[in-house]
Nanobody, 114 residues
Framework: QVQLVESGGGLVQPGGSLRLACIAS??????MGWYRRAPGKQRELVAT???????NYVDFVKGRFTISRDNAKNTVYLQMNSLKPEDTAVYYC??????????WGQGTQVTVSS
């Protein structure tokens, strides 16, 4: 049973920073990433990173968010800087080996508000 445990969410003021972490059980994953679901919206991609370190970001976080991973710890991180109120969402960790081995964390709330 693969488990993904997220941490690091919380309340932050606009312009502030947060760092999310997701620890995955089991063997290494081909791709790990972060998605988010804002109130009243569908879940959307934020960023992904392969085991080789290749990253992909959605346009609205480029230059503000940085995804990284520690393969030895099977952990993926999301450093979020210059946070905006529109970044408020539940952030979900994803870990994938192939289309049949695709796992999700329980989500962590990020609220950006003054």
């Amino acid at each position: 049973q693969v488990q993904l445990v997220e941490s690091g969410g919380g309340l932050v003021q606009p312009g502030g920073s947060l760092r999310l972490a997701c620890i995955a059980s089991g063997s290494i994953f081909t791709t790990m990433g972060w998605y988010r679901r804002a109130p009243g919206k569908q879940r959307e991609l934020v960023a992904t990173i392969t085991s080789g370190g290749r990253t992909n970001y959605v346009d609205f976080v480029k230059g503000r968010f940085t995804i990284s991973r520690d393969n030895a710890k099977n952990t993926v991180y999301l450093q979020m800087n210059s946070l905006k109120p529109e970044d408020t969402a539940v952030y979900y960790c994803n870990a994938r080996r192939n289309m049949w081995q695709d796992y999700w964390g329980q989500g962590t709330q990020v609220t950006v508000s003054s």
